[in-house]
């Protein structure tokens, strides 16, 4: 048979193992940058009830596994899937994707957050790459990465003081 002698017969494994952990990789980095469901314009807390609604409901959420691409309870969350719930859960609408979002929003700086605002990250490369909900106190909420579970986190943490990007409000 002609496959018989062919390389790749002999050693497939020398081509299935790169590419395994090219789609490993490329989903790691790719964490916080899941597609965007279709949806209508953004509509962003506009008060302070909006904001704590939004807070009461990304802490219940607290403990919910991460999941790539994930927006629910049920299956998990990313990031911006925890973000995008929260608002959806108290009525409001915002991006879905960490970029749309970080566009979206209005610059705030670390000392002008308040509670409810986004906090941005860069995570691994020189743009913006995660994002969390400031609950004030120096604490946000976020849906870490794989393997992690939905945490609440200083600001100040080692890991996350160096990487803060800065903030942003939804106008």
Known sequence: MFY??????ARPWRYLVPAVLMVFLASAVAACS????????????GSRAD???????????VG????????SPRTGFDCSGLVYYSHAQAGLRV????RALFRQSRPVSRARLRPGDLV????ETPRVGHVGIYLGQGRFVH?????????????DNPYWKPRFLRGGRIP
């Open 4 to 9: 018989k002698d062919s390389f790749l017969q």
């Open 34 to 45: 899941s597609p965007a469901p279709r949806s209508a314009a953004p509509v962003a807390p």
């Open 51 to 61: 904001a704590e609604r939004v807070l009461r409901i990304a802490r219940q959420q």
């Open 64 to 71: 919910v596994p991460y999941r790539y691409g994930g927006r």
């Open 95 to 98: 991006p879905r994707t960490t």
């Open 120 to 123: 941005f990250f860069r995570v």
């Open 143 to 155: 849906a870490p990465s794989s393997g992690k579970r939905v945490a609440i986190e200083r600001m």
